[in-house]
């Protein structure tokens, strides 16, 4: 009896033992099929709240535990600070590794140096980078080494991702004449498709094509659950903001800009793959946030090159310079009227009588008082040198045509000038938005721009080359390239009329 009786409790207690262990791993499969996706997007080289954006990075890795988190940027690494301008990114990658990111897709300033800057940086990369719409098996420099979509296996759950890039990256970069640029829907389309076959339901677009494009993208191709944006700098006023088709939702985010918020999506798929609920916030990094340690000190191994350089002191400004983005590619602003004075005296050498600058090639204002190098070039970010070229007054307009082509979406080609002065209508009708066009005379006066005449000018290489939509100058004759950098030239410029105290003028009037 007592043999049998103990042959009952054993039987039973291994029973429940299974029992409990079924109800375990039907708990842990329910938990795997959630994931929380931190992000960041349109950094530019701002590392200096790196440690602090570390330590966000171990909390919520250590809240939810590392195998359910999964860590992406979504592009413009590239071009901002004094960082990128001695360190071409070697930095930013260091210390992205040391986070551990899952991956990130390339933005328009990846190209700002050149295919072969972006491939060391990939080359330093423990992470793949991703572009779906580039085709880049023509460029020796970056073949077999950008991913067009990764496979990524988190809590035993396995989650597509791949990358998007900007079209305009042609225009308002430098990834030369090798790299294919192809349409991003058709290709989005076909990715999810190829994800699908490979057995993937869960499926990120990692993206840096603009908020708006990526609500296009959410409601034109099916099969997508999140979009973690870039490109556009947006703060959204909804985090995530919800598309719906046939009550699925596809849920998009961005995290603004320059590293001041980290993205963080929570979001819990059920067994088709279909998002069934979600939560997320954009945590605002600031110096209430402890700065992790290790990063904290491997960042002064950069800092110190950078303060020493930051520190120099060049010049001193009477006035405040109005760097801001909203009105650099708006309107006539005091700063970009220095730099473009700047350009035009030092391309005096070679008859240079007026000077373009795209508006979205100055990143910074600077306050009243003593000028540093390290804030000229934190204006001035990506090292471009001047280029004099010959075009008539017509191809002036048109360029400036170009320039204000684009300002409801504060495009980066609207122009700053110095030699001349334009009225212009932005309600115009397209072609016929400068009202006039006017070329200051070495006295000082102003005379009607000669649509036949042809004009020297300088601008930058970038511009030079088609840039910004700037194709115009393209067709210029007598190139020559100057070798100054910009911010060098700014830098020389101020040293010389120090104090300096430029003005708003009148060379951009708005009708």
């Known amino acids: 009896m007592i043999k049998k009786y103990f042959y009952k409790i054993t039987v039973t207690l291994i029973l429940i033992l299974f029992l409990l262990s079924l109800v375990s ?17 349109d950094t530019h080289s701002h590392i200096e709240e790196i440690a602090r954006r570390v330590t966000l990075i171990r909390q919520v890795q250590k809240e939810v535990g590392m195998d359910k988190v999964l860590l992406l940027d979504a592009g413009d690494v590239f071009s901002g600070t004094p960082y990128f301008t001695i360190y071409k990114g070697s930095a930013d990658v260091r210390f992205m590794n040391y986070a551990g990111y899952n991956a990130m897709t390339l933005g328009n300033h990846e190209f700002d140096m050149g295919p072969g800057v972006l491939a060391r940086f990939i080359d330093k990369a423990n992470f793949p980078v991703l572009c779906a719409n580039f085709d880049f098996s023509k460029e020796e420099a970056l073949k077999d080494k950008v991913k067009s979509w990764v496979i990524v296996e988190k809590g035993r759950e396995k989650f597509g991702i791949f990358g998007l890039t900007t079209p305009e990256t042609a225009e308002i970069s430098s990834p030369g004449k090798n790299i294919v640029i192809n349409d991003y829907l058709e290709i989005a389309k076909a990715i999810v498709k190829e994800l699908e076959s490979n057995g993937i339901n869960k499926i990120i677009a990692l993206t840096h094509i603009g908020w708006d494009n990526d609500i296009r993208l959410a409601k034109e191709v099916k099969g997508i659950d999140i979009i973690v944006g870039g490109h556009s700098h947006t703060l959204p006023k909804s985090y995530p ?27 819990v798929f059920n067994n088709n793959g279909v998002i069934q609920s979600w939560k997320g916030s954009l945590i605002s990094i600031d110096n209430k946030i402890k700065e992790e340690s290790l990063c904290k000190i491997k960042l002064e191994d950069y800092r110190k090159p950078v303060t020493k350089l930051m520190n120099a002191i060049v010049g001193e400004s009477l006035v405040d310079l109005d760097g801001e983005r909203s009105r650099v590619r708006f309107q006539e602003t005091n700063l970009a ?7 035009l005296a030092k391309a005096k050498i070679v008859n240079a009588v007026i000077a373009i600058q795209n508006g979205g090639g100055i990143r910074a204002s600077i306050p009243k008082g003593k000028i540093t190098l390290g804030q000229i070039m934190t204006v001035l970010p990506f090292g471009n040198y001047l280029v004099a070229l010959d075009i008539t007054g017509q191809q002036i307009i048109d360029a400036l045509e170009n320039g204000v082509s684009q300002v409801k979406d504060l495009a980066g080609r609207f122009p700053q000038v110095s030699g001349l002065r334009f009225v212009w209508d932005p309600n115009a009708e397209v072609g016929k938005r400068i009202i006039s066009v006017e070329v200051k005379n070495p006295d000082g006066t102003y005379q009607p721009i000669d649509p036949s005449k042809t004009y020297r000018i300088v601008t930058n290489n970038f511009l030079a080359q088609g840039g910004d939509g700037y194709t115009v100058f393209q067709k210029g ?35």
Do not use: C, W
């Open 25 to 41: 791993n039907l708990s842990f499969s329910a938990d795997t099929s959630s994931i929380t996706i931190l992000h960041t997007n």
């Open 241 to 267: 903001t919800i598309i719906t088709d046939d009550n699925i939702p596809t849920l998009i985010v961005q995290a603004n800009e320059y590293g001041k918020y980290l993205g963080r999506l929570d979001v």
């Open 477 to 511: 004759t007598n190139f020559i390239n100057l070798g100054f950098v910009d911010y060098e030239v700014l830098r020389e410029y101020i040293q010389k009329n120090s104090p300096v105290n430029p003005k708003i003028e009148g060379r951009i009037i708005r009708k």
């Open 337 to 343: 009227n220095l730099i473009t004075d700047a350009m």
